[in-house]
């Protein structure tokens, strides 16, 4: 099992960077393949990004390729999402996740992550 907590999140204007942290607990974290994803206010849980259980396989939703990139480091159990070039498109919580699935076409579905953060709200303005 594993506990997730992010951080991060604020408000910043349009075209700005960000950085979320997600730090994990347990001892098993490098077992787990981690993903970010988001949900805008009356919209569903969205994909974001997913990274391989070392790090070498990384899975981008198209709407943040080349903007958003992922990150881990095991030896401290934690996991980063990078966000550069923000637009008020990209507001929404953010919640970090992790599956032991490892089939990457499954990645993209948030019902394969059995642990979830609470979330981290980021806000961008125009």
């Known amino acids: 099992q594993v506990q997730l907590v992010e951080s991060g999140g604020g408000l910043v204007q349009a075209g700005d960077s960000l950085r979320l942290s997600c730090a994990a607990s347990?001892?098993?974290?490098?077992?787990?393949?981690m993903g970010w994803f988001r949900q805008a206010p009356g919209k569903e849980r969205e994909f974001v990004l997913a990274i391989s259980r070392s790090g070498g396989n990384i899975y981008y939703a198209d709407s943040v390729k080349g903007r958003f990139t992922i990150s881990r480091d095991n030896a401290k159990n934690m996991v980063y999402l990078q966000m550069n070039s923000l637009k008020p498109e990209d507001t929404a919580v953010y919640y970090c996740?992790?599956?032991?699935?490892?089939?990457?076409?499954?990645?993209?579905?948030?019902?394969?992550?059995?642990?979830w953060g609470q979330g981290t709200q980021v806000t961008v303005s125009s």
């Open positions: 996740a992790a599956t032991s699935i490892l089939d990457g076409s499954r990645w993209y579905t948030k019902s394969v992550y059995a642990y």
């Open positions: 347990g001892r098993t974290f490098s077992s787990y393949v």
